[in-house]
């Protein structure tokens, strides 16, 4: 038996388990109103192209990123080669079942790449390529071979403007080893693909130097087309409007005769072609698209295995294949009816109550396709997922700068970074920075010049090579650790994200560390719920933040972005006032980023630490006096907690301030003049609303189910204030990041922030227009606490 033979029939038997999974998962769940029309359609039109993929094309090295909406062709192809459990597919789209797009933190058959948000699983393999040469350069493969990064593409996700943003970002970076397969059935989820688009993505991927195969002709087809008469079909079919091509394909062979005889029929050889054929034989022939020809598939991937070229193949197809959906312009959100089901069940000679055995629908011996199947190179090695160790972090960070002088923590990023870039330490080899178009502005300049730009062939800074003097040496060498990106954000999330995948992905651990300013961060906020969504990890290091950069106005000045670091699951969120604190945030976020351990959570915090995740810094540019103090084991347990007493409230305390970030020195002030007025005020510096926040969170769910002892850090800081206590919280942000603290045990709580774009001027201009300010925060005291008035108050502008 040939190896065509047996792929023609893995295909079949896993098209009929993608098409029952989805009937069965609609029909199980009818009052969940479940629509998983596109994913019927979507599975039919990638069923040859993924089984030439996994049946025979790819390797174990390879990576492949499914198009969202095939997830269950993916699912029955990986239950086929054993790595999907059957009562996981007869659970599609339930709790805990396979997933409805494919998931690699969630889906236990070997997804390499999650998908579901549209285009950006694209964007990620080209990415996962770049870092695979990154770490192929360093020497770290060992003897691994580098592996393609493969997207399965619909046509319609090429509308998303992110993919050509990496597009850009492949070309300067000389991409390699990266296939893009794009699934043209001209239909997106409400229309028909315009007319010519194919020749559009011909020109934009030639010109980032791409190669681009067209597949559009099937084998029938281009036998076909060798006949008398043939080249006239050839015309046709090539200059066929898309709407057209699809109407006649859900209409079948009785309306492709009509069509055809109207328009090209000759009375001769035309005609004599296509009467030659029963109408179920010309169905067959003018859906013989090259997407749905395996011999065709097979030889086109084939061809481009020879080189490392990155390839574009678009590959022409039917949406619904084989399904009486095929063609139809609402097939994506349409659903075979149980009628449907029962024909298609009759075609494909599956018996009653065997409708999810592997091989229901074979034809062949059910040995020789296990047989086949054990031999196919991609599931030769199992499971895929790589490991590396963990890479040692020293008890302590360097802290730069001097006691009483001031430093915003910005710089002090910078210094820190700079001075792990001094040491030849295994911490130093392994950071790898990233950073669109702002390198310098988010002091990562002092690394660079140490640790050199990355690129795969070596490029001399001309400057330095003039000898024009310079701050920073800009030397492009394999041996470089900074990846420097165009300005595009989406882009450095998606590098982000394939760089703190590498230890699964390539088997190499790297510390991915990328600056971005923080407002920016809502420009790439759906390519980080991404990477966090892949369980990439990495430090967002984002500066400078809020209306504290005063002069640069609203459009440079952050608010909501603390909210984002609160609600961002698998991403723990530190605002630290001062560059100690950062010292040892950093360093607990090169030891947190690497965890994968399981197990109960910490009983002090409540958080579930031993997971690990990312980490995003919101920093500041705003130079601060740094306290002359020692770092504490109890400290430096307190600010990675989330938070501590910069001073400790007496036992007739009436009032708290609480603050986060930079606001520190209206804090510390209002602190003192009401000290003045009011009994043991206290002061706490919070350093991680977020973890604050999970924390009290977690300790209310561990309660409720039984453990009633449970405490989470915010309720111990807070227990020995009175109920009668006022709070007032303080942040340069929006003042909900803070606000929910009154609910840890009932106290008032006057939240100060900011709710309206910014705009230019001082910081004391803008502190006091939206009462940021020392006396803004002693109004706010006045009003949650009992007692005379406060003497240091001024009227409010």
Same mark, same amino acid.
């Given at each position: ?36 029309? #596109? ?63 494919? /998931? ?83 239909? /997106? ?28 002709? $099937? ?32 209409? $079948? ?192 300049? $002092? ?23 310079? !701050? ?73 933040? #809020? ?51 399981? $197990? ?173 300010? !020392? ?23």
């Amino acid at each position: 038996m040939t190896k065509l033979a047996y792929l023609n029939e893995i295909e079949r038997c896993a098209s009929w388990l993608a098409a029952w999974t989805i009937h069965h998962a609609n029909h199980v769940r009818e009052g969940d109103e479940i629509k998983v029309g #596109g994913h019927q359609a979507s599975s039919a039109s990638l069923s040859t192209i993924m089984t030439a993929l996994y049946g025979s094309v790819l390797r174990p090295q390879d990576r492949v990123a499914v198009k969202p909406h095939a997830a269950p062709i993916f699912h029955a192809l990986q239950y086929l080669a054993g790595n999907q459990t059957r009562e996981k597919l007869m659970n599609f789209r339930g709790y805990k079942g396979a997933q409805s797009y494919p /998931s690699r933190t969630k889906d236990i058959d070997d997804v390499d790449f999650s998908t579901g948000s549209v285009g950006l699983g694209v964007a990620q393999t080209l990415f996962s390529s770049l870092v695979q040469d990154y770490v192929s350069a360093h020497g770290w493969m060992k003897g691994r071979p580098e592996g393609r990064m493969i997207s399965l593409i619909g046509d319609a996700e090429m509308d998303e403007g992110n993919i050509y943003e990496a597009l850009i970002e492949g070309w300067k970076h000389g991409l390699r080893n990266c296939w893009w397969i794009v699934d043209y059935n001209r239909q /997106s989820l409400d229309a028909v693909i315009r007319e010519g688009l194919w020749q559009r993505f011909e020109q934009i991927f030639r010109n980032f130097g791409w190669d681009v195969m067209i597949l559009r002709h $099937g084998a029938q087809q281009e036998a076909a087309f060798t006949e008398p008469g043939g080249e006239k079909l050839r015309e046709w079919i090539e200059r066929c409007p898309n709407q057209l091509y699809a109407v006649l394909t859900f209409q $079948g062979g009785a309306a492709w005769r009509k069509r055809l005889l109207d328009e090209i029929g000759d009375q001769g050889p035309v005609a004599a072609l296509i009467e030659r054929r029963s109408d179920d034989a010309l169905q067959a022939l003018m859906t013989n698209l090259g997407g749905h020809d395996m011999p065709s598939l097979l030889e086109a991937f084939e061809a481009a295995s020879s080189h490392d070229r990155p390839v574009c193949f678009i590959c022409y197809t039917i949406k619904g294949y084989g399904l009486p959906l095929a063609g139809h312009k609402d097939n994506h959100a349409g659903q075979m009816t149980p009628a449907h089901m029962e024909g298609f069940r009759r075609q494909m000679a599956v018996k009653p109550g065997e409708e999810w055995d592997k091989w229901a629908a074979a034809t062949l011996p059910e040995a020789e396709l296990d047989a086949f199947l054990a031999k196919v190179p991609f599931f030769g090695e199992g499971r895929r997922r790589l490991s590396a160790p963990s890479v040692p972090v020293p008890a302590t960070l360097p802290l730069p700068g001097q006691p009483g002088k001031p430093l915003s923590t910005q710089m002090g990023f910078g210094q820190i970074l700079t001075d792990i870039a001094r040491e030849q330490s295994p911490l130093a080899e392994r950071i790898v920075t990233t950073s669109p178009d702002v390198t310098v502005s988010t002091n990562l300049g $002092g690394w660079v010049n140490r640790r050199g730009l990355f690129a795969r062939e070596t490029m001399a800074d001309t400057f330095k090579a003039e000898r024009i003097p310079s !701050t920073y040496s800009w030397e492009f060498g394999p041996k470089g650790q900074h990846l420097e990106l165009g300005i595009a954000e989406s882009n450095l999330m998606i590098m982000l994200g394939a760089l703190g995948l590498s230890h699964s992905i390539n088997g190499v651990r790297l510390l991915p560390i990328g600056t971005v300013y923080d407002p920016f961060i809502y420009r790439s906020a759906d390519q980080l719920n991404y990477a966090c969504y892949q369980d990439a990890r990495f430090m967002l290091v984002a500066t400078p933040s #809020g209306v504290t950069l005063a002069p640069e106005g609203g459009a440079h000045q952050s608010i909501g972005t603390p909210l984002i670091g609160m609600a961002q699951d698998g991403l723990c969120a530190f605002e630290p006032a001062f560059v100690d604190e950062l010292s040892v945030i950093m360093r607990f976020a090169f030891d947190y980023m690497q965890r994968k351990g399981e $197990g109960d959570p910490d009983e002090t915090t409540w958080l579930r630490d031993q997971t690990g995740g990312s980490v995003y810094l919101r920093l500041s540019t705003r130079p601060l006096e740094q306290p002359l103090r020692d770092m504490r084991p109890d400290l430096a347990r307190d600010i990675v907690n989330g938070a501590y007493w910069l001073r400790p409230p007496g036992p007739n305390a009436s009032v708290v301030i609480a603050y986060q970030g930079v606001v520190a020195p209206e804090a510390i002030a209002a602190t003192g003049l009401l000290a003045e007025d009011r009994r043991d005020v206290g002061l706490m510096a919070i350093t991680s609303a977020d973890r604050l926040n999970a924390g009290w969170q977690a300790a209310e769910r561990a309660r409720q189910r039984g453990m009633t002892g449970a405490l989470s850090h915010v309720e111990r800081m807070l227990a020995p204030l009175s109920r009668d206590c006022g709070i007032v919280t303080a942040i340069d942000g929006h003042p909900a990041t803070l606000a929910w603290i009154g609910g840890v045990n009932g106290h008032r709580v006057k939240a100060l922030g900011v709710e309206h774009f910014g705009q230019t001027g001082t910081i004391a201009d803008l502190y006091r227009h939206h009462g940021l300010d !020392t006396n803004a925060i002693v109004h706010a005291a006045q009003a949650v606490s009992a007692g005379p008035a406060i003497r240091y108050r001024k009227a409010l502008p």
